[in-house]
């Protein structure tokens, strides 16, 4: 049986791999952080009690900051595969927490390279990287592949360039089994609440429902290559399945402005858009037309900006017969879909007298 050590599992990414590999009979390990309150909402449907004989699935406390910590427990899983998904992920926290991101992104993949050094694993242990389409930045080619330059904007950016490079080095020096995967944007009903996506989707049902007055975004104008984060996994998981390393580009080939997300969001739950919010009442309504507002707010714009980014896929479609099973109006529709039903739970709470907590950014 394969075993895999997971950071980052109880993120998004790390919710559906480890479900894929579970399902391929591994062995999963995941590292997760100490937190004051339950995280691991996103996993608790694989959960395995640890009085259970034979399990697969195995959580351990654990910090990308800690290199004691990392080495100790992937000396004690000797996994097959490592796949380093945690990161300090939000490209706008990283403006206000850069050394923080650098610690954890940048350095934190280091220590996991070392590990595998120290401990004698290269040979052994196949090392996944959760590379980004931030590293592109500001453009220098359209669409972007494997060979376009690097200009990264944001110190999340710059801490992945890192890493990026470190992985390289990594399998350059020591022969390890290492990959990038510079992965677009890809998202899911299980996306964090404060990426535009899901914030769209999230504010846009609860405005429907008349649990929230108008939805506030930054710009509006970012293009954005999205996918849908099942799909992204499985390409993960094939990058440590060839005969050689190598760095792969996942993307859908297709773009779209947060602006468009928006209105196609809104579509789906039958809601009339009025932009800027001039002439509002404090419904967040228009006055005359009724209409849902969109505010932009400056406060959610970022100090340098990524504009647009498109992805080339061809090298995976080529060698790794990348294929993905959903569209960008399927992903729209299942978020949009969850969190309608989400914000209908919460309106039967409120209206039967329970409080529900007012959750924004
Ligand atoms: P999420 O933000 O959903 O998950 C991040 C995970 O990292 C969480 O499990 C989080 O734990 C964990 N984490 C954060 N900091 C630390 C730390 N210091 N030590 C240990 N664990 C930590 O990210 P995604 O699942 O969306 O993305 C997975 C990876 O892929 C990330 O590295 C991201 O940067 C990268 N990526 C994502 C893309 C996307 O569009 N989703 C595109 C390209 C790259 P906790 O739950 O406790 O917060
Ligand atoms: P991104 O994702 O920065 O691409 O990073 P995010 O969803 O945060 O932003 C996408 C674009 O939308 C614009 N935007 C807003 N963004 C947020 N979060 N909130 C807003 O209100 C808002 N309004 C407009 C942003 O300016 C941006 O242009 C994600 C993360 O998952 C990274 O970890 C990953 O590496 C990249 O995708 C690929």
Redesign the pocket.
Known sequence: MKKALLTGITGQDGSYLAEFLLKRGYEVHGIKRRSSLFNTDRIDHLYQDPHTENRRFILHYGDLTDSTNLIRIIQQVQPDEIYNLA?Q????VSFDSPEYTADADALGTLRLLEGIRLLGLEKKTRFYQ?S???LFGKVQETPQTEKTPFYPR?P??VA?LYAYWITVNYREAYGIYACNGI?????SPL??E??????ITRALSRIKLGLQERL?????N???DWGHAEDYVKMQWLMLQQDQPEDYVIASGKQHS?REFVEIAAKSLDLELMWNGKGVNETGRDKATGKTIIAV?PT???PT???S?LGDPSKAKSKLGWEPEKTFEDLVTEMVTQDFEGAKKDLLCKNNGFEIAERH?
């Open positions: 990161a992920s939000h490209v706008a959760a980004t389409s931030e944001s999340y950016g992945k992965l677009f944007n890809h998202e996306r964090g404060t990426f535009v996506t899901r914030k506030y975004l930054g710009n509006l970012a293009k954005r947060v707010d959610y714009f970022r900006e990524v504009d980014l950014e």
